[in-house]
């Protein structure tokens, strides 16, 4: 088992690439060895991934590829049967609150009788645990500063039913920015979204790179990987490739990842192995 | 009869019926409240197979206790007996959800019936044996307010404070977790743990419950406050503490009459009061009861004239309509002789406008299927945020141009 590494320097081959060799401690968030089945079919296998700081990272492969499955497990959230999981350095656990969620909406109720505030709010509880209040000064703007950035403010006492797809996205996302988080894990964040919410999130998720933070996303949108992200991870149950998107984003990797699920065609626009 | 009952309300009738009263209330106002969460994470059905699973506890805690030597009425006893098969009820439904490919309801649906039909043998039995005042078993089913004795009464207080203690200082994690689970967990909250003490919250106000209101009608008052309370808002605090005094006031006024009419049993009473609630709410409450329903129906005609107007008069046709001519020259559009205002000119404008963006909006959200509380025959403003109305508003631009 790995202890906080300090210099620890990993280079591994799969089918003659490298991986992009960061030193773990100094990757934002790190991955070894990560396996992770329902039943007894794997979902995940012996994934290592090093997902850079500071920068807009996606997660892309086909359905079933155990994407938000890898999501899940680093955050706990599904069992895992092996594997070790670093936040900036330390074994995840301790400093978890360092890391925030913005799960598919899917699962949600939107008869839940709570407004984009109480959603927002939500997103303090590690601040303010059992018992703190949520109406002092910094909390109440706090919350004003998140709905604001995502261009929500003027919804804030409306329960959530009463808005649309791309709204309660926006208002997940202020929920998840409330927690003041260095890494930003989000699952298909533009999924059944218009195009101005799309516009609206990725400038949020832009602004957080320029402020230091890394942001991590699944994604679903081929067409639109090299235009938000700076790097790349290719994932069908094991890992196929991750780095610099321009390094990561081939033809030949995409193939690999996509079988034959994807047409040449569909390959076509994307760039040529180096 | 009157001038019983006002004393009784008053907390004058005595010390053992106040102390009963002060409890029924605590009762019902921290079973309204714990309903609450048990409506959001649409758990009812297991709350009453709890319920029911306590019967044949009470009657193997009669048992043993007689067994022993006692007299098989302390209080105490008996409703840990009733807790131990109510615990166990709950897991096997949980084993037959884990172990069989069982639906939930018929798990619980089985293990309700299983053990209540247990606990109905058992209660006969008993009645086969010579120790007479077996009756007071049976008042576990219904309630019974009146016979009970000081001990029991300081025993629903004290419980019952204690259950309202926990619940309040468990109120936001649960609400979280009811909420979006998967996002709770990403916290680090403990599911677990939190799932357990709402479990352990439920069985005992159920327990609790069990002599004031009855094994069978306990889940009304875990369900019904909440419901009632529903129809008032949609802030899940003002729900949490509408639930809680709906099921308060329903335990308060339940216990009085039932001390009035000591024939009655409790439990169907307080049902009774909660259901008056209910269809208070459901009648009178703004906005969502009935006959705001109606009302809006009005409003909403007289909307669709004013819009349908206001396009005619943009587009320079004439107007026949009698309610539409009505409202416009009610609100100033129209001048007598049929011409538009310089309001009414300005208003038309607008409404075009609305239509196009509306319109416009309708297209590109082809693909978002939440969008049912949008109101088109209001502001397009109210509904979307200042990106995406300058979107739209782009798009009219270009149109514009074109022509």
């Not at chain 1, 949020?204 to 942001?215: D, H, I, P, S």
Request: glycine share 10%; aromatic share 8%.
């Amino acid at each position: 088992m790995v202890i906080a590494a300090q210099q620890k320097f990993e280079v591994a081959t799969i089918s003659g690439q490298n991986i992009a060799h960061i030193k773990r401690g100094q990757a934002a968030l790190s991955v070894r060895g990560l396996s992770v089945s329902y039943g007894e079919a794997p979902v995940l296998f012996s994934v290592d991934v090093d997902f850079p700081k500071e920068q807009m990272c996606a997660i892309i492969g086909p359905n079933g590829a155990g994407k938000s499955t890898l999501i899940k497990a680093v955050l706990g959230i599904v069992p895992k049967l092996s594997g070790d999981v670093m936040l900036h350095g330390q074994r995840i656990g301790k400093n978890n609150k360092n890391i925030a969620y913005v799960p598919q909406r899917a699962s949600i109720d939107w008869d839940f009788p709570v407004t984009v505030k109480d959603v927002v709010e939500m997103g303090l509880y590690q601040k303010v645990g059992l018992l703190g209040r949520l109406s002092t000064k910094t909390h109440r703007s706090k919350v004003y500063e998140c709905l604001d950035h995502v261009g929500m403010a003027d919804f804030m006492d409306r329960q959530i039913g009463q808005l649309s797809g791309g709204q309660q996205q926006r208002v997940f996302l202020a929920r998840s920015l409330a927690q003041d988080a260095d890494v930003y894990l989000l699952d298909e964040p533009f999924a059944g979204v218009d195009a101005a919410t799309e516009k609206a999130i990725v400038q949020v998720l832009q602004r957080l790179k320029q402020k230091k933070k890394t942001v991590i996303a699944v994604h679903h949108d081929l067409a639109s990987v090299d235009q938000y992200f700076d790097h790349v991870t290719l994932l069908n149950t094991r890992l196929i490739a991750s780095d610099q998107t321009d390094e990561a984003f081939t033809n030949e990797n995409l193939h690999h990842a996509y079988g034959g699920a994807l047409s040449l065609t569909q390959l076509d626009g994307y760039k040529q192995p180096s | 009869m009157i001038e019983n009952l006002i004393e009784i309300i008053l907390f004058q009738a005595g010390y053992n019926v106040s102390l009963v009263l002060f409890g029924a209330t605590i009762l019902g106002f921290v079973a309204g409240m714990a309903g609450v969460f048990i409506f959001l994470q649409k758990r009812a059905l297991v709350c009453d197979a709890l319920a029911h699973a306590t019967l044949p506890g009470i009657a193997i805690a009669f048992l043993v206790m007689t067994f022993l030597g006692g007299t098989g009425r302390s209080l105490i006893g008996l409703l840990f007996g009733a807790a131990l098969t109510a615990a166990l009820g709950l897991y096997c439904i949980d084993l037959i959800n884990r172990y069989t490919r069982l639906s939930e309801d018929v798990a619980i649906g089985a293990i309700l019936s299983v053990f209540f039909g247990a606990g109905v043998v058992l209660l006969t039995y008993i009645q086969t044996l010579s120790f007479g005042g077996v009756a007071g078993l049976e008042s576990f089913l219904f309630g019974a307010v009146a016979g009970m004795l000081l001990e029991d009464a300081y025993i629903l207080v004290i419980g019952s404070g204690f259950c309202l203690m926990i619940l309040l200082l468990l109120q936001r994690p649960l609400t979280l977790i009811s909420f979006d689970r998967v996002y709770a967990h990403s916290l680090r909250l403990n599911i677990r743990f939190y799932d357990l003490s709402l479990m352990m919250l439920i069985m005992g106000i159920t327990v609790i419950g069990l002599k004031i209101a009855g094994l069978i009608l306990i889940v009304a008052l875990l369900i019904i406050p909440t419901v009632a309370a529903r129809f008032w808002s949609d802030n899940i605090g003002f729900i949490l503490w509408a639930s809680a005094i709906i099921g308060g006031l329903s335990g308060f006024m339940g216990a009085a009459l039932s001390a009035l009419l000591p024939d009655m049993p409790t439990g169907p009473i307080i049902v009774l009061i909660c259901f008056i609630f209910f269809l208070l709410s459901f009648l009178f409450a703004p906005f969502r009861g009935v006959l705001a329903q109606f009302m809006k129906q009005r409003q909403f005609q007289e909307k669709v004239h004013r819009r349908q107007g206001l396009l005619a008069l943009g587009h320079n046709e004439k107007i026949y309509d009698g309610l539409t001519l009505k409202i416009l020259s009610r609100e100033g559009y129209l001048r007598k002789d049929g011409m538009a205002t310089p309001l009414g000119q300005s208003a038309a404008g607008k409404a075009l406008l609305e239509e196009k963006r509306w319109q416009i909006f309708r297209q590109m959200s082809v693909h978002n299927s939440n969008v049912k509380g949008f109101d088109e025959l209001e502001d397009i403003a109210n509904f979307l945020t200042s990106d995406e109305l300058n979107q739209i508003d782009i798009i009219i631009d270009k149109q514009n141009r074109v022509i």
